[in-house]
């Protein structure tokens, strides 16, 4: 009776004893199958190290973190930290390792070890500097904190402390934070406390460093010599003892709580692989959509100023602000459709010398709205136009975004506050969803001097000056390609010859952005004379949006352009296609332009305003625009931003004449000004060289397009075909200066053009003063084509390079005499004295900057002028002399192309 029970247990074991026997053996056999584990030694470790990356990992570089305890050790594996190489390294990423293994990065992982110490298995790898055209090197770790150097083009162009502790804040968060906190700090370090990081950059970077972790922070040996230099741990800055070759700068790094959004896609990438991820990212972006569509329409965050009535100007001159207004495509158009309305922030902000003049807009802002597809008339595009010639642009990196190929990432700072206007948002990551996240390495990003993701040849970009002005096109730019990439990183100084730098500088003088896809358009407008540069710099003769990913999804987007009159315009919509933002752009008279981005990427436009606390404000133009959020926008942002400032247009167009023990200013020349009032085009400014007084006249770029016309008394051969004295008719009552260059001597006349059509034989010496499309341009002789309606003639070259020529210091007769440069800017000067030489006005144009100077005497030794309109002595409409006619045009905006 106690047995039956049993039997029908031992009768369903028994029929599965042959089942459980294979199984048995099939375990058996795989772990006979399976190698064993790697032997106790540091090479052993490193080999299983170095194939967890798919790479390699040398023996000293790996350091065990402390331990977590007996049972976390056995069960999850104790904590490694190594330096290593991929082997699917980014290409010329050897070329950055002196010793060509190829460029490391800092890794961590989990290690499995038995009791013996051997290890059994590896999980849980994360790269934890991921800088591909970079080098980590020096390797220290102490309790949670880790440092190593990032080298690149043999100098240290970093340091990076990881405290791998977290930021001590998580605590004082809310549950919801924390926990979302804990979910990116596993993503990012394979731990929930995620890392605090700082990063230390140098303007002058060192050949080497050496490390050292103690308790009181990281303690630095900079350069050959071991200059020292401490980071100290309760203060966060760079202690470098009084001494500091190298401008060592240290950044906390902020950490940021990202939202569930952004967590959603790496998280499934992590978990379930490109696929799930895909899925998810695109289930995320119909959510947003269907939650836009159940939003109602918000109000603006802005102010209206009424109707854009124009810009006063003088008879017989354009009138160019506002830009003209945008033709409906949708009929009949909604009310205000297309039409421009000066707008202000709702902040209490003014701009300086604006407000209160009569002559100037009231707003360097106008926006409107445009349906810009009849087939669709539900999609809506807000326009926003932003007058550049009171208005410059900064560019920032995110301290998130974009992730650095070498060296530290960007600190998300803003610029001065109190020139501060607004922020625009700049796409960071989108892509495709489902394809590989290129995120950041595949556009490129150079701010500050140092280029964090190189440029990608042919991208869509938007350049920054270093006086402001904002270019649009595809990179490279000119013929200066070439030599640009010398200057993206920091290099030791022999490297860095030839590298187009500002003056004194190891840095790139630009900034740039580049983004998803290109806008083009030779439809448009044709262009203002003053923008229309040289016939490579034109537009295409199509539109063009170049392909990106997601095209075809309806999300919000965003793109930047330049109009015809060298204005920017900001579009936005909350649900467009690409289709739909590139028709937006064509009605917007746009020429060039580049995509800021799509959903997920923050974007928009939020303007920024100062309080009493000093403390900035931000307020989005539209509610529904996501830049996220605008707190972010005033502080330290995670994401790159586009800021706008305001520009001041009172002060000369070159720097103030100065002088050992004398300094002397600018002042508004006397003569006729083109317009806007507001803005004087020409300076004038007197000084003392050689015992002469020198008086130097400043022509401001872009307010002018010059010509050169033969005098009566010019040189003329028989053969040779009769050249223009007079500019066109139209252009008459624009001339505002005339500028003297002498004329030929009989035997051996220097060369002259005009209109494109050569009077005399140019010979190939001495300098070339060039006029192509109105601009003026300094060579030497014989060193450029003249080029279809091109103005030419050839002239004494009194410095090059910066440097005095001998021609200068040849002593003549005591005579009026001219000499003229061209500044970096474009800015013209001319400098007029009475001397035996060209010495007094050469050096007098050395000390404002110019680097080629040539002397306005075409051999005849005639007495050189400068006349201006409403001056004394009065312009002529002819001269005996050949002349330089300065023809006024009213000031445009300051956004430009970039030249293919």
Known sequence: MTDRPLSPWIDHLRGRLPIALGVALLGVVARLATPPPPA??????????????????????FVWEERGGFFSDALLGRRVLFLGVPRAAHPGAAERAPDGRGAADLYRARVRL????RPVSLDGVRNLTGTPLGDDRGLVARGSRVAVTTSAFGVVQGITQIDLGGDGRAGARPLGERLRAAVDGWLETGSVDGASRTEISFDNPPASARLDLVDEGLVMALGPEAVPAALNASTGEVDTGGRDPFVARAHHLPRRVPSLGELAGPSAERLLGPTAAAAVERLALAADRAS????????????????ASPEPSPEGWPSLWPPPPVAPAVDPPLPGEGAWVLVAPSLPRTLPGIEDDPQRPSSPFAATTLRPDPRRPELHVHLLAIDTRHIRFTLQAGYEAPRPTVGPRGTGQLPYPSTLRGAIGLGA?????????AGTEALGMVVGGRALVPPRDGAATLGVDLSGRPYFGAWPSGGDAERIPWALWQRPPAASTGAPRAEGSTRFPWALWQGPS???AGSAAAPLAILAGPPAERAPASATLSPGDGDELVVERAALCMTDRGFVIHAWGSALDAAALRAALERAGCLAGVSLGRAPDPLGVAFLSPQQDGILTAERLSPAMSIAPPEHAAAASPRPFLFFESRWTHGPPAPDLSLPGESVGWTEDGGAQPPPAWSPAVYAADTVHLGAQVRVHAFAPDRFLFRLRAGSREISPRSAPKLDAEVPAGERQQVLAAIGVGTGRRRGPRGLAVDGTVGLRFRGEGGLLLVRQGRIEIRPAGGAPLGPGADATELPLTADDGRLRPEAREIGTMRRRS??????????????TTFDSDEATT???????????????????????????????????????TALFAVGVAMPGRARRLAP
Do not use: W
Not at 45 to 61: C, F, H, Q, R
Not at 114 to 117: A, D, E, N, Q
Not at 429 to 437: A, D, I, L, M
């Open 40 to 61: 106790r030694t540091a090479d052993a470790i490193a080999g299983m190290l170095g194939e967890a990356i798919g790479g390699a990992v040398n023996p000293d570089d």
């Open 114 to 117: 038995t009791r013996s110490g």
């Open 292 to 307: 836009v569509r159940l939003r109602a329409a918000p109000a603006a965050a802005y102010v209206t100023r009424g109707p």
């Open 429 to 437: 990551s989108t892509r495709e969803p489902g394809k590989p996240r």
């Open 518 to 520: 290109l806008f083009e």
């Open 819 to 832: 000499a003229a440069c061209v500044l970096d800017d474009g800015t013209l000067l001319v400098a007029t």
């Open 843 to 881: 050096e007098a144009l050395l000390d404002l900057g110019c680097a080629r100077v040539v002397a306005l005497d075409r051999g005849a030794h005639r007495n050189a002028f400068v006349h201006r309109a409403s001056g004394d002595p009065a312009l002529q409409q002819t001269y005996e002399e």
